[in-house]
């Protein structure tokens, strides 16, 4: 073992180290052949037009070489999950030893981190963003002990839009005595260079992507997460042996050829962006428009719980985040097409006076 490897592996559950993984049958034999009598699967095939008879790759090889070549890493710096929800699963499962380990959050943040870690027993320590947003990161620290294994780090934030600034996260980088999860999920709306181009740097960093987002494929359920190849193989030796289906990973594959009408919405989503930042505050019932690096903005209004109610009455669903640490009376708001954007502002323009 080297260093990273040692310093890693001392970070693991014990449990998690000494794991000898599930062996598939397509695990097992990986070459070329034609007669598969390996998996007791249906030699007749299913009912489909489609073959889906097959076991699908558990190491999603063709997927893995298709995103590494788009994201500039190696296939074996790459995790795969059923979104990136998985990835947040297996990196709770991997470090955090239940009863004992804790995680640490910024709130307000996304709200999975926290039911994953009550999920795995975890203790979640709190130390959360200023009033403004911005990260403390004294507060980090004070908090964190030897049994801190994960910092989440939402840049762009969910529900606030804001990235955090590089100095703090390389603050964290350097003093975090576990390891520091940036979840990017929106950083494909931030315009900013990922931290997977800085993987090479820190053992201690995973970076988090989805193609949710950005990439419109939230129904296929594809995330990501990106690290050393020791804590990737950690990942994926407790991952579920098929946790992508054949279908998803095939669409992905079509989906990975076609980066330019990604970069064509993501676009015009910025451009929708910018025009409710613009019109949203010229409203009676808008307070304030937060900043956004995503493709969601912050809206902070009169009233939240009515205005929702409103908006769901006119058949306009948006997320009210009143309850969330610093978001009394924000709303969360999706950026749609143009024409549903303008259905809001017109929707918004009209709450009566009562709701105001
Ligand atoms: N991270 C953040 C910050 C999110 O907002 C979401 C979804 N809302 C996810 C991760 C999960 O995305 P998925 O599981 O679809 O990849």
């Known amino acids: 073992m080297n260093e990273i490897e040692k310093y890693i592996s001392g970070m693991l559950r014990p449990g998690i180290a000494a794991l000898k993984p599930y062996s598939s049958a397509r695990d097992e034999f990986t070459g070329a052949a034609s007669v598969f009598l390996d998996a007791n699967e249906n030699s007749l095939g299913g009912p489909l037009e489609e073959d889906f008879s097959r076991y699908p790759d558990p190491l999603q090889m063709p997927l893995r070489q298709a995103l590494a070549s ?3 890493v190696e296939p074996g710096q790459i995790f795969i999950g059923n979104g990136s929800d998985e990835a947040i699963d297996m990196l709770m499962r991997a470090f955090v030893e239940p009863g004992r380990d804790n995680i640490v959050l910024l709130p307000p943040t996304y709200g999975m981190y926290s039911v994953q ?9 709190r130390a959360p963003l200023h009033t403004d947003f911005s990260p403390d990161a004294d507060a980090v620290l004070s908090v964190s002990d030897v049994h801190s294994k994960l910092l989440f780090l939402c840049s762009p934030n969910n529900p606030t839009g804001q990235c955090l600034p590089e100095d703090f996260i390389l603050e964290m980088l350097a003093k975090f005595p576990g390891l520091v999860v940036i979840d990017e999920a929106y950083g494909d709306f931030s315009g900013r260079p990922s931290w997977t181009t800085r993987l090479a740097e820190f053992p201690n960093l995973v970076v988090m992507q989805t193609l949710s987002k950005a990439w419109g494929l939230a129904g296929l359920r594809i995330g990501m997460a990106f690290s050393n190849a020791f804590i990737i193989n950690a990942l994926n030796k407790i991952k579920y042996p098929y946790n992508l289906n054949s279908m998803t990973i095939r669409l992905a594959l079509q989906a990975l050829q076609q980066p330019d009408s990604v970069q064509e919405k993501v676009r015009i989503l910025l451009a929708e962006r910018e025009r409710l930042e613009q019109a949203l505050p010229l409203l009676p019932c ?51 097409t143009p024409g549903e954007n303008d259905l809001l502002v017109t929707a918004l323009l009209e709450v009566r006076e009562e709701e105001k």
């Open 70 to 72: 788009l994201k500039s």
């Open 117 to 125: 870690a009550n999920i795995h027993g975890a203790e979640i320590r």
């Open 286 to 336: 808008v307070e304030k428009v937060f900043p956004s690096d995503a493709n969601f903005l912050l809206v902070r209004v009169t009233n939240a719980d009515d205005i929702y109610r409103y908006l769901c009455a006119q058949g306009i669903i948006v997320r009210n985040r009143t309850k969330e640490m610093h978001c009394l009376n924000c709303l969360r708001i999706t950026v749609g």
